[in-house]
């Protein structure tokens, strides 16, 4: 059971008199019990980095590998400054291929070389091996611990090679079938394995309908291929269709919430999660600074397109009342718009041969929310700030105008940066609010200017 907020704080208090007085005995009774997540949350909620240290070195080295692999960045950062080579090799030689991976990456290389140097040749050869591929890609993601078993096997022996690999593999979900090129064929499920008899021809029974991701697919695709097919373990093959690994439900749940935080942050002009670790206010004052300029040089263009037409809101000054209105909800709408599009492309749910028709969607929806908002602005203008119904009607039409376009913005340049292989996330926030600002004064004024000349 997961330790809520409450029980974290008695054990933390409990934690820090038994570390105080050195009783090691008691401390590992109370973490025993815990899982590792729950372990890793009451070490992260210690402010003493010396208890910290204390505390993680009471476990023995398979907990704490597990442990190490759920503390938050900052943390394990730390911590890790702190333990000895010995420590470090003896951590990894328990972590499974991706995750001992994973781990060394955040390792500077003379330490990472050091601790490979020291750790067990079996373990060695498989995180060089995944090494060799792409953070982000299935080649990066995928652990090397598989079950498989030839075509020609039997039930029986699909079972024995559970059996001989069951300290190496961890969570067997399935036994992969593979030909005598090492080619995935097919799947058997332990259900599969259970129901048969033991002569039964694993070529008779196993599912041929395997779905298998290339080791160059980018890792957002491989979440959504795994989310599309209801996969909780995803076999990876090379160009030649040969089994190389299995990327497991754990690793594609942590894609999904790294990718989910990537674009939040993008989508709030945020370079990366480095500032949320980041102690310094000037290197994080300098990783917000060039959106922030964005957005001010957006600011000095709508304002250079007010001075443009300086004489037209002299003539009638209402019209400036409504600058606000029209440039914010061509922003929120530019906003909305984008959002739909970036989730849409994340998920794969949106797709380039779809864009004619995500387009005349968007444009018909914002057409109908645009008419009732303008009509709502027209009805405000003319009966209760009592102008004339000329002017209600520009602002009305130009309103209809900006939402109509900010929404063909908000559409279009996502796709069009996913084609240029860009983050389509970067199109929103200060991109799309400070776009949609500039165009929709401009077609607000543009229209007032033409509406006042003719009067």
């Known amino acids: 059971m997961a330790m809520e907020e409450k029980d974290l704080a008695t054990i933390r208090d409990d934690i820090l008199f038994f570390i105080r007085e050195k009783q090691d005995a008691k401390l590992l009774n109370i973490l025993l019990s815990m899982h590792p997540s729950d372990i890793a949350e009451l070490i992260q909620s210690l402010d003493d980095d010396q208890a910290q240290l204390y505390l993680f070195n009471l476990l023995d080295a398979e907990l704490a590998s597990n442990v190490i692999l759920e503390l938050d960045d900052f943390t394990r950062e730390k911590l890790v400054e702190q333990l000895g080579r010995k420590r470090l090799t003896a951590l990894v030689d328990e972590m499974d291929s991706d995750d001992a991976t994973d781990f ?223 440039t914010a909800m061509g922003g929120n709408v530019g906003i909305q718009s984008s959002a739909i599009v970036v989730r849409g492309l994340a998920t794969g749910e949106i797709d380039f041969k779809d864009i004619f028709k995500r387009l005349v969607k968007e444009l018909k929806v914002s057409f109908m929310n645009g008419a009732i908002l303008a009509l709502t602005i027209f009805l405000v203008v003319r009966i209760g700030w009592h102008e004339q119904v000329g002017i209600a009607l520009l602002v009305g039409g130009a309103l209809l105008t900006v939402i109509f376009v900010a929404s063909l913005i908000g559409t279009t340049v996502p796709l069009i940066l996913k084609k240029l292989n860009i983050d389509p996330a970067l199109a929103t926030g200060p991109f799309i609010t400070t776009s949609n600002d500039i165009v929709g004064l401009f077609i607000y004024l543009a229209l007032a200017s033409q509406f006042l000349e003719k009067i």
């Open 104 to 326: 060394l990456a955040e390792l500077s290389d003379e330490v990472a070389e050091e601790v490979l140097k020291s750790a067990e040749e079996e373990g060695v050869q498989e995180v060089r091996q995944l090494m060799k591929h792409k953070e982000d890609t299935a080649g990066g993601l995928m652990a090397l611990e598989i079950v498989t078993v030839r075509d020609d096997s039997t039930v029986r022996e699909a079972i024995q090679e559970i059996r001989k690999k069951a300290e190496e593999v961890e969570d067997v979900y399935n036994v992969y079938v593979v030909d005598r090129d090492g080619k995935l064929v097919g799947f058997l499920t332990l259900k599969d394995l259970i129901l048969h008899p033991g002569d039964t021809p694993v070529a008779k029974i196993m599912h041929r309908d395997v779905h298998a991701v290339p080791v160059t697919m980018d890792q957002e695709e491989v979440a959504n291929f795994a989310r599309r097919y209801d996969l909780i373990a995803v076999p990876v093959v090379d160009e030649q269709g040969r089994l190389l690994g299995r990327i497991t439900i754990d690793d594609i749940v942590d894609v999904m919430q790294e990718e989910a935080e990537e674009d939040i942050q993008r989508m709030a002009g945020l370079a990366d999660d480095e500032e949320l670790r980041e102690t310094s206010v000037i290197k994080i004052a300098r990783v917000r600074l060039p959106w922030l300029f964005t957005g001010l040089m957006g600011g000095l263009i709508s304002a250079t397109v007010l001075s443009f037409y300086q004489a037209s809101l002299e003539k009638v000054l209402s019209l400036a009342f409504f600058v606000p209105v029209i």
